[in-house]
């Protein structure tokens, strides 16, 4: 939901903020309070329902305690997460207990068994958004605010005016909420569905920052996507079809920071492996414990869809900013809609002999490798090692850790504890000539944190990029972007001296955003010193925002709203760096164990010393 508040620049202003948080605090309060559906207290786990109810009498952490042992117990049980996170919601005392109440929320709600947890999660996350706005946008205030001055406020016309407009930018998703039991159950007409289809195309003209570039690197204009979009509106379509209508029009444009979220309860779930794309075929290359899969199996069908077939059709709901970014994206979400209570029949061929083997789907939060929100400490995102007396190793998840600090993440302690961690890390590697840095499937994170790193090897003034907003002061200026001096954006750097570390890097179709950022910065400024290894990455470097919600699917859309340039005036959008040596995965090294891209790395390292 989009809670954000106007914010007065003094502090009767703010006290008029914090005053309006209170109020839509209020309500939604008094939205909790009431009794959820008849269906809440029918057929629940006993267990689960008794240390629930218990929660006025026990103290909260043993209550959740308790729950946590619960769903460890029971993980296919949507109801135990939302009565865990209902219970943290309660008794937040800290902004890290509500990151991952929303977490466990989101679990519940796509789960929708029974029939009443997917709304009353959705209000519960919309009541985590609150505290998260009361929090972030009036401290200040809150400790400066007396009676008096709220009984001024009563009366002050202009209080009257910010509360009005503060109630409306909540209203569509209290409006969400309520809609939500019913918009499964309906379907959608033509006219709906063609509504919905126009506004995304109003809402990308007016918001999306490369309309121009994306026409020219796709040889597609907005209004011809429109259209092919249109000519797939059927009479009486589900929200689920509907929604790959949206998914597809907003995929094609080829954002790889864009986000369709339509309340169909889709993309959730994922087979519990993961496949790599190799000329033999979709080859299993990890699994999850207890998996009745094997590595090196090959994908032949799933629930008798041959996996070509399966795969064209997820590339065209997949989201990337290349073409080769979104087959990467699609071959990690096959199929493209999930039932999480049925056994799939996932058809694989083994040692040359074909096998049907059953399998339930998992959620994607629950898969370490689609999911960094699990990574919360040093050890689980880095992993630095010396591999021999003066090669090293350093494998980066991600550059956005998850951790207990209050937003905004980009600033403050959240991100000087991260620079921290790097800076140890970078330590167990200070003798390293040689640096093999695994980038492989990181998705990207804080532009600071990469920057930091990369301030270890280049020397200062080291060349990021220029960065330039669409309207970000409200207004059109020249092109309908700001920035128009072309300021090239500036990070911290470390403050020790320069390495003059040769840089192996290994790069996949998983690496974006701010990773693509980081090969950026070290392609452009030391080239000499940077070998990338691998395959191309998903080349999206992008600002994205909220831009609105659709009418009648409820869709929430998200673009990116800023593009960057190199100094040098290149569009980097859809540019990923040139991989230096490509390398294909195959079915003998995976079922051998063996990892291509790091044997590679060594190999150069050995032959260039």
């Known amino acids: 939901a989009d809670l954000s508040l106007r914010t007065p620049p003094h502090s009767m202003k703010l006290h008029r903020a914090f005053f309006c948080c209170f109020l839509i605090a209020m309500i939604l309060n008094s939205l909790m309070q009431a009794a959820p559906p008849d269906g809440v207290s029918a057929g629940q786990p006993l267990s689960a329902q008794q240390v629930f109810d218990s929660r006025s009498k026990e103290k909260p952490d043993h209550v959740i305690s308790k729950l946590r042992t619960l769903r460890q117990a029971h993980p296919e049980d949507g109801r135990i997460p939302y009565y865990l996170a209902t219970v943290m919601i309660e008794n937040a005392a800290s902004d890290r207990s509500l990151r991952e109440a929303d977490e466990l929320l989101e679990i519940a709600e796509v789960s929708r068994t029974p029939d009443w947890l997917a709304p009353w999660a959705a209000l519960r996350r919309l009541q985590v958004q609150t505290l998260f706005l009361e929090r972030i946008q009036a401290r200040a205030a809150a400790s400066t605010l007396t009676p008096a001055q709220r009984d001024q406020l009563v009366k002050d016309p202009e209080f009257h005016a910010i509360l009005a407009h503060s109630l409306g930018k909540i209203e569509p998703a209290i409006a969400h909420f309520r809609q939500l039991g019913d918009s499964n159950k309906r379907d959608l007409t033509g006219d709906e569905l063609r509504e919905d289809l126009y506004q995304i195309k109003n809402l990308v003209s007016s918001h999306w920052a490369y309309v121009a570039e994306k026409e020219q690197q796709t040889s597609r204009s907005l209004d011809e996507v429109l259209q092919t979009s249109l000519a797939e509106v059927k009479p009486g379509m589900s929200l689920r079809e509907g929604g790959d209508v949206i998914r597809r029009f907003v995929s094609s444009l080829l954002d790889g920071h864009a986000v369709v979220s339509v309340p169909d309860g889709a993309y959730h779930r994922a087979l519990p492996f993961?496949?790599?794309?190799?000329?033999?075929?979709?080859?299993?290359?990890?699994?999850?414990?207890?998996?009745?899969?094997?590595?090196?199996?090959?994908?032949?069908?799933?629930?008798?869809?041959?996996?070509?077939?399966?795969?064209?059709?997820?590339?065209?709901?997949?989201?990337?900013?290349?073409?080769?970014?979104?087959?990467?994206?699609?071959?990690?979400?096959?199929?493209?809609?999930?039932?999480?209570?049925?056994?799939?029949?996932?058809?694989?061929?083994?040692?040359?002999?074909e096998n049907e083997v059953s399998t339930h789907s998992v959620l994607v939060g629950e898969i370490p490798w689609l999911n960094n929100k699990k990574i919360q400490s040093a050890k689980d995102w880095l992993d630095a090692r010396m591999l021999n007396g003066d090669t090293g190793y350093l494998k980066i998840r991600t550059w956005a850790p998850m951790d207990e600090a209050s937003p905004p993440i980009h600033s403050g302690p959240y991100l000087e504890k991260f620079r921290t961690e790097l800076d140890t890390a970078m330590a167990t590697l200070k003798d390293a000539n040689d640096l093999v840095m695994d980038l492989r499937g990181n998705g990207g994170g804080l532009d600071a944190l990469c920057a930091w790193l990369a301030s270890y090897f280049v020397p200062d003034p080291m060349s990021i990029y220029v960065l330039r907003y669409r309207q970000m002061d409200g207004t059109s200026s020249g092109d309908g972007f700001g920035n128009v001096e072309r300021k090239p954006a500036s990070y911290d750097r470390q403050p020790g001296p320069v390495r003059s570390t040769r840089l192996w890097v290994l790069v996949d179709g998983g690496s974006f955003s701010a990773t693509d950022t980081f090969l950026n910065i070290l392609t452009r400024n030391i080239p000499e010193r940077v070998s990338l290894i691998g395959r191309p990455s998903n080349g999206g470097i992008g600002g994205p925002k909220s831009v609105g919600t659709l009418r009648n699917t409820m869709a929430a859309l998200t673009v990116s709203t800023c593009k960057a340039y190199s100094v040098g005036g290149e569009l980097l959008e859809g540019a990923p760096a040139k991989i230096d040596h490509p390398i294909q995965w195959t079915r003998a090294a995976i079922e051998a164990g063996l990892d291509p891209d790091l044997e590679a790395a060594l190999k150069l390292i050995a032959k260039e010393p």
Not at 284 to 307: H, I, M, N, Y
Not at 321 to 346: C, F, I, M, Q
């Open 274 to 353: 993961r496949l790599e794309d190799t000329p033999g075929g979709l080859i299993v290359a990890e699994t999850l414990p207890e998996s009745p899969f094997k590595l090196g199996d090959r994908l032949v069908a799933v629930d008798g869809v041959d996996v070509e077939e399966a795969l064209k059709l997820q590339e065209a709901l997949a989201f990337g900013s290349t073409v080769a970014g979104r087959r990467w994206n699609a071959v990690r979400a096959l199929p493209a809609h999930w039932d999480g209570e049925k056994v799939y029949a996932v058809k694989v061929d083994r040692g040359g002999r």
